[in-house]
């Protein structure tokens, strides 16, 4: 995120999902590749803090993750974008920035589903996501060399899985324990 207060950086933001602090402290971004479908809203503050904020000296973002409820509901999605349904790229030796290789094919396939409801009415709720995101692809060189053509393809594919589980125990005089995981 770009976010900054007038004196500071983009890497002087705090990054908190659910409360807790996931701000990478080598490089100040986030630290954790989280789950779309577990967010419920994001708060972005960039002025007035409380004492609790004190150590951001730029912004502040926070993701309010989903809780369960008294009823239940899920849902589903699928995204998908390949090399098939973009412009022809068309690059030279000047516009590879990685070692004179290009993306020559790919297929990136997102999906998941998320649950929500009760263990027990009024006492104690869940809420699960899960999200695996597929992305087959290959490179070639931008120009042939010596040793390989730029026809020839290598593999460069990667597989990613986020989850997430939430539970909420509704306690005496409206307090409440919550537990989450995401991985």
């Given at each position: 995120?770009?976010?900054?207060?007038?004196?500071?950086t983009?890497?002087?933001?705090?990054?908190?999902?659910?409360?807790?602090?996931?701000?990478?402290?080598?490089?100040?971004?986030?630290?954790?590749?989280?789950?779309?479908?577990?967010?419920q809203?994001?708060?972005v503050?960039?002025?007035?803090?409380?004492?609790?904020?004190?150590r951001?000296?730029?912004?502040?973002?926070?993701?309010?993750t989903?809780?369960g409820?008294n009823?239940?509901?899920?849902?589903?999605?699928?995204?998908?974008?390949?090399?098939?349904?973009?412009?022809?790229?068309?690059?030279?030796?000047?516009?590879?920035?990685?070692?004179?290789m290009?993306?020559?094919?790919?297929?990136?396939?997102?999906f998941?589903?998320?649950?929500?409801?009760?263990?027990?009415?009024?006492?104690l709720?869940?809420?699960?996501?899960?999200?695996?995101?597929?992305?087959?692809?290959?490179?070639?060189?931008?120009?042939?060399?010596?040793?390989?053509?730029?026809?020839?393809?290598?593999?460069?594919?990667s597989t990613?899985?986020?989850?997430?589980?939430?539970?909420?125990?509704?306690?005496?005089?409206?307090?409440?324990?919550?537990?989450?995981?995401?991985?």
């Open positions: 995120m770009a976010l900054c207060r007038c004196g500071a983009s890497a002087e933001n705090q990054f908190y999902i659910g409360g807790a602090d996931q701000t990478n402290v080598l490089k100040g971004v986030t630290g954790k590749a989280l789950n779309n479908e577990v967010g809203e994001v708060e503050k960039t002025g007035g803090d409380q004492a609790e904020d004190g951001a000296l730029g912004g502040i973002i926070n993701v309010v989903k809780s409820g009823t239940f509901h899920g849902g589903g999605f699928f995204y998908y974008d390949s090399a098939k349904l973009q412009a022809d790229q068309k690059l030279t030796a000047q516009d590879s920035v990685t070692a004179k290009r993306v020559v094919d790919y297929a990136r396939r997102d998941g589903v998320d649950a929500g409801g009760y263990v027990l009415k009024d006492r709720w869940f809420f699960g996501a899960y999200d695996r995101i597929e992305l087959p692809s290959q490179i070639s060189r931008v120009e042939s060399n010596d040793y390989v053509s730029a026809d020839t393809r290598f593999p460069r594919e990613t899985s986020l989850d997430s589980c939430k539970l909420t125990l509704n306690l005496q005089g409206g307090s409440s324990l919550v537990a989450s995981i995401l991985s």
